[in-house]
């Protein structure tokens, strides 16, 4: 298309006026944590991050339980992970290759899952995992946390499923291939960019979850990323720029993962959330 | 044509017959494939909800969880004759809709900002997702400290151009707490939307908007003809799942302003949490909860009646 040369220039600032909106909040998280205190609450604001604070990282994790709170949430995240893909795929499966009796139902009970606030199923849950032992225990955020994100995974695995050709399975089939053989063998090799655009949903899922976590665990050192880091908010006792290194290494892998991940999260997300 | 007409049929009684024969060797295998995932489901989602359905019914403290006393409606005439409770509906209400206008609105803006071919528009892409990937707890520290009265930097910035709230305090007054926990959520929400319509505008036939560019037709009456009657069902998937996310959005507003000052940013999630866990009274937060999922509910049944429509005259 012809554009203008104005109307391009406006169009590049336009773009660069939206990345800065989106982005900057994180850089001042980041030049926060690189500030010094005085300079903090100094009179005039600080706007680059000082490089000679880098050691605030340092202090940072070596401060109380930091390090075992992000080691708690990446076992959480990792946990989640291997139980909503693993129920998700033959869901999926289910889901995307055969018609059956009540798949209007299953589709309407996944998009009530969506529906269902955490914060709701937090108090009835919370009575159901104290009649089990779950209470202050990783693994219950692991169940728990499952629950809200497989059912995303499973529409993003359908999605991917549906655009396997069916004469694939139809050759492994007069070959004597099994439903499950042809699922495992055959589609998922298949859908490798879908499962881990999955897999990258439910583990930042798990890791940026906050009522379970919050309303479920009570000591301090079982508690995950997340809780740690609300603890900080209104408290005194801990200087800002680390509290804002926390911060920023919690927040980090998150984003990461997402820049790496986002052409498949998304088209996962468009063809399951959307089209399904 | 006439050697695919040819061809097609014999194809499809092959595949016919293939599944036919699976399908009487296996007539139950579909159903195993769906168990682990619907007995989970069934497990923490179903039960839990019913639970909750239940306990609405009751009076049930925190304290002693398993002890209920059944009272009835009594918990809904109670949260309905609570003029509180109907500010917390009109605060959820404006919550919600400025949500969805905002995000949804403001990604087609972006996604449009978007859509031609220029250098690093990967990038640009890419950057754009942060605020969705960005924890909502690290959000809510950030923003809270960038909102802080006298040392953040919203405040420090408007007072240069003189513009600063009174006394610097954004979170806890009743007038700008609920815009700026607004401005916090539209910033997390709208790149999804973003980018889902930025590969909606794909299928955008590039032959119709040059078409229209030559015709002469304004860039409004462009997106009116050619580009609005295909992104429009991406929209109303979009609106709906907006509308969704921010009535479930919970840990944004709570660690922000816990519904306060005076409930002026108190939704029904704020609300249902703070009855069950500050005033311990489990069978109201449920009352309130319930109330929640039915608005959800109508919300979703509103949404699907509407497209429907919309197709419905699409195709006359």
Request: glycine share 8%.
């Amino acid at each position: 298309m012809k554009t203008g040369t104005i109307g391009n220039t406006a169009r590049i600032l336009g773009v660069l006026i939206v990345l800065g909106i989106a982005v900057f909040p994180l850089y001042w998280m980041l030049t926060t944590a690189l500030t010094s205190q005085e300079n903090l609450f100094g009179d005039s604001l600080q706007f680059l991050p000082d490089f000679s604070q880098l050691s605030v990282f340092g202090e940072a994790l070596s401060r109380g339980n930091v390090l075992q709170w992000l080691l708690n949430s990446f076992l959480i995240s990792a946990g989640t992970t291997a139980v909503s893909i693993v129920l998700a795929v033959p869901l999926a499966y289910a889901l995307s290759r055969f018609s059956f009796h009540g798949k209007v139902l299953v589709g309407l009970g996944l998009l009530l899952t969506q529906m269902l606030p955490e914060a709701l199923l937090v108090v009835p849950l919370f009575s159901i995992f104290q009649d089990f032992g779950l209470l202050n225990s990783l693994t219950g955020l692991v169940l728990a946390n499952s629950a809200f994100v497989m059912p995303i995974c499973a529409l993003i695995l359908k999605g991917a499923i549906d655009g396997i050709p069916r004469e694939l399975e139809e050759a492994a089939r007069i070959d004597g291939c099994g439903p499950l053989t042809i699922l495992t063998r055959i589609n998922l090799p298949l859908i490798m960019p879908s499962l881990s655009a999955a897999a990258v949903i439910a583990f930042f899922h798990a890791w940026n979850e906050y009522v379970f976590a919050v309303t479920f665990i009570f000591d301090l050192e079982k508690r995950p990323g997340s809780v740690g880091l609300a603890g900080f908010i209104g408290e005194l006792g801990t200087p800002l720029p680390t509290v804002m290194a926390v911060a920023f290494m919690f927040t980090l892998p998150a984003v990461a993962f997402y820049l790496f991940a986002q052409r498949y999260v998304v088209s996962g997300l468009t063809a399951g959330a959307v089209k399904g | 044509m006439a050697l695919i007409n040819k061809v097609e049929p014999r194809q499809s009684n092959r595949w016919r017959r293939i599944r036919g024969r699976s399908a009487q060797g296996n007539k139950w295998t579909v159903y195993l494939f769906l168990a682990p995932a619907a007995v989970y489901l069934v497990l923490f989602q179903g039960v839990p909800l019913a639970q909750e359905l239940y306990l609405s019914f009751t009076r049930t403290s925190l304290l002693n969880p398993t002890r209920h006393t059944w009272v009835g409606l009594e918990n809904y005439s109670e949260i309905f004759s609570d003029p509180e409770f109907f500010h917390t509906l009109t605060t959820t209400l404006v919550y919600v809709v400025v949500c969805v206008l905002g995000a949804v609105g403001g990604g087609l803006g972006v996604a449009l900002l978007l859509n031609s071919k220029f250098r690093g528009r990967g990038i640009a892409r890419a950057l754009m997702t942060v605020p969705w990937a960005a924890p909502g707890v690290a959000v809510a520290l950030i923003a809270t400290w960038m909102l802080n009265a006298q040392y953040g930097i919203v405040n420090r910035v408007l007072s240069e151009v003189g513009l600063g709230a009174p006394d610097g305090q954004i979170l806890t007054s009743t007038a700008f707490a609920l815009p700026a926990i607004l401005i916090t959520t539209l910033w997390q929400l709208f790149p999804f939307p973003a980018i889902v319509l930025l590969a909606a505008l794909q299928a955008v036939p590039k032959e119709l908007t040059e078409a229209a560019a030559v015709d002469g037709a304004s860039r409004w009456w462009t997106f009116r003809a050619a580009t609005w009657p295909i992104i429009r069902p991406t929209v109303a998937v979009l609106a709906l799942l907006m509308a969704i996310w921010s009535i479930r959005r919970f840990e944004l507003i709570w660690l922000m302003t816990r519904g306060g000052p005076d409930g002026s940013t108190r939704t029904i999630v704020i609300d249902l949490y703070a009855k069950a866990f500050d005033a311990r009274d489990l069978g109201m937060a449920a009352a309130i909860g319930v109330v929640g999922v039915i608005i959800s509910l109508l919300l979703v049944t509103a949404n699907l009646i509407l497209t429907r429509r919309a197709e419905k005259e699409d195709a006359r």
